[in-house]
């Protein structure tokens, strides 16, 4: 239960991420620097992938872990 909430916010922050860049009239996006943009949605994804498989692992330690 908790990795599918985990998953649907990390989905909810990278479809976040896309549409500030988006919509944002200033951003690099919006001055033609469009695959730096992508570049740096991409290692903001794989970072949060980290960060998920991290909260994962911790979550099954805990549930493995004899109650006490």
Not at 7 to 28: D, E, F, R, T, Y
Not at 34 to 47: G, P
Not at 56 to 62: K, N, T, Y
């Amino acid at each position: 239960m908790y990795s599918k909430i985990l998953k649907g916010l990390l989905l909810g922050l990278c479809i976040a991420a896309v549409a500030m860049i988006s919509w944002a009239p200033n951003s690099l996006a919006g001055e033609g620097n469009l695959d730096q943009q992508v570049q740096e949605l991409i290692e903001q994804n794989q970072a949060l992938t980290d960060r998920l498989m991290q909260v994962e692992h911790q979550l099954s330690g805990m549930k493995a872990a004899p109650e006490t």
